[in-house]
């Protein structure tokens, strides 16, 4: 026991290099990284996007890997911990930038992205007051003028970055909601959802599962969604929607519009002149989800098919689709600054009136959040790098290759055009030899590329044969690696088509 009269030994000092700011903590980390990336180098890196196994035994060896769930009592050192994770990642992980990984709205991200996603990471900067990070401040707001820009939104657009495209749905189903509060007299913010009657959303049949979680969340209840029917090309069809809101009755509030601009599943567009038109005729809020569609703008080719864009009173996108970068990379864009009005708060000890009034002063009023990471570093950084000449060239070889992917499909007997790509989505069936099971079939093929890891392809639904009709299994192509070839899609048709035989064999002799 140490006398009272004697100073306990003081402990040893942290070494500079222990904090990323410092230029000891960045040579640590320029150190670290170097350390972290030859160790997924020189880690066995699956033959497909996927490992191959049961989930259960990739995610129990992952588990292994880890050790016991407990937090150890002593470490096993940055170098150690950094070596293993890197290992794990790779080995029982996903490869996005394997060709033949093409189930979702997942892209490979940009070198430059991630690179820059470190830097933002380095500084912990957030967006919520000045003085937590003022470049990052000034980077973000940048970002929103060149998209608000590329959007064709005017002088008085604004934005913010969110955590993803169903939150960015969410914050604009709250702004319209507030609007529609507005116009009948009522605080939204402090009467509550109560003081609307009879809330509406409108939204087409296959507008993403996000605006009934936003309205839920929102209080408005899920019921308040009213899906409308799409036409033969699967987009909304206007004149519903005309009808639609001509025909509520009283005691009903119309918050918003909702159009899509690329659906999940086929990349479809909503006719987004017309319900512009339809919706300012009526008073009534134009969001437009284009989290998967808004980068068809970077395209001279495909641009116009989001022709009314502007016309919108929000807007989602979704960089870490089309984009290709790290998620979270969403962004709400708004064509009046004067509708975050509803977020606004001062905080004594973050945005004191008298400080905003000297200029320093943050983004607290534009987002649900108050910290907040600076996700735009890496969608600045990747646009600064590439410009708009660079990024058409990268969604243009994709919509090639989905095109490619339809013609191979409709060449191929035992396959079934479901949806032609509109973007860079082409949804399919293999047919089988028997219709009572070809939605087993479908299912169980998707399932053996999956377990053998050798490709990643999507599933959905789909309503065949017109109204009324059956919902059958579909795959789906989601073509979204600019350094794929036209090769690489012709050997996963061929991977398709071999498995399709396969499974075939098996359920006829009743092994599956």
Request: hydrophobic letters at 45%.
């Amino acid at each position: 026991m140490i006398p009272l009269t004697e100073a306990p030994p003081a402990p040893a000092p942290f070494p500079p290099s222990l904090l990323a700011g410092t230029r000891d903590g960045l040579a640590e980390v320029r150190t670290a990284l170097g350390q972290a990336i030859d160790a997924a180098l020189c880690a066995d890196r699956p033959a497909g996007p996927l490992p191959p196994g049961a989930p259960a035994d990739v995610l129990a060896a992952v588990a292994r890997a880890l050790g016991p769930a407990r937090l150890p009592a002593e470490g096993v050192g940055a170098k150690a911990a950094l070596h293993l994770l890197a290992t794990t990642l790779v080995e029982s992980g996903i490869d996005l930038s394997h060709p033949w990984a093409t189930a979702h709205l997942q892209p490979p991200p940009l070198a430059v992205a991630v690179a820059a996603d470190a830097l933002a990471s380095m500084t912990n900067a957030s967006l919520d007051t000045y003085d937590s990070g003022p470049s990052a401040i000034a980077v973000e707001r940048w970002l929103i003028g060149v998209l608000t820009h590329l959007a064709g939104l005017g002088e008085r657009a604004d934005g913010v970055l969110t955590p993803g495209g169903s939150l960015s749905n969410l914050l604009a189903l709250l702004l319209a909601r507030d609007a529609a509060a507005l116009r009948l007299g009522v605080n939204a913010r402090e009467e509550g959802v109560a003081a609307l009657p009879g809330p509406v959303v409108f939204c087409s049949e296959l507008a993403h599962f996000s605006v009934q979680r936003a309205c839920a969340a929102l209080g408005l209840g899920e019921s308040a969604v009213r899906p409308l029917p799409t036409d033969r090309l699967r987009r909304m069809r206007p004149e519903a929607l005309a009808r639609a809101l001509d025909g509520l009755g009283p005691g009903r509030t119309p918050i918003a519009v909702v159009a899509t601009a690329g659906t999940t599943d086929f990349g479809s567009v909503d006719p987004l002149p017309q319900i512009a038109e339809i919706a300012a005729d009526r008073g009534v809020w134009m969001h437009v989800d284009a989290a998967y569609g808004f980068g068809a703008l970077f395209s001279e080719r495909l641009a116009d098919r989001l022709a009314g864009l502007e016309l919108a009173d929000s807007i989602t996108l979704d960089l870490h689709k089309i984009g290709w970068q790290p998620a979270a990379t969403s962004v709400l864009l708004v064509s009046d600054t004067t509708a975050f009005t509803a977020l606004d708060r001062e905080v004594a000890y973050l945005n004191p009136a008298d400080d905003s009034e000297a200029g320093y002063d943050g983004l607290l009023g534009r987002s649900l959040q108050t910290t907040r990471r600076p996700d735009a570093v890496k969608a600045a950084a990747t646009l600064l790098a590439y410009g708009r000449t660079g990024m058409a060239r990268m969604i243009d070889t994709c919509h090639d290759l989905a095109r490619h992917a339809e013609r191979r499909i409709l060449d191929e007997p035992e396959l079934e055009l479901v949806a032609p790509a509109e973007l860079t989505t082409v949804v399919f069936r293999h047919r089988g030899a028997a219709a009572s099971t070809s939605d087993r079939l479908n299912g169980l093929l998707r399932r053996r590329l999956l377990e053998s890891g050798s490709a990643l392809i999507g599933r959905t639904e789909v309503r065949t044969g017109g109204p009324g009709g059956p919902e059958r299994v579909c795959l789906k192509f989601t073509l979204l690696n600019p350094t794929a070839t036209t090769g690489d899609i012709d050997g996963l048709v061929d991977a398709v088509l071999d498995a399709g035989r396969t499974c075939e064999r098996l359920i006829e002799e009743g092994a599956a």
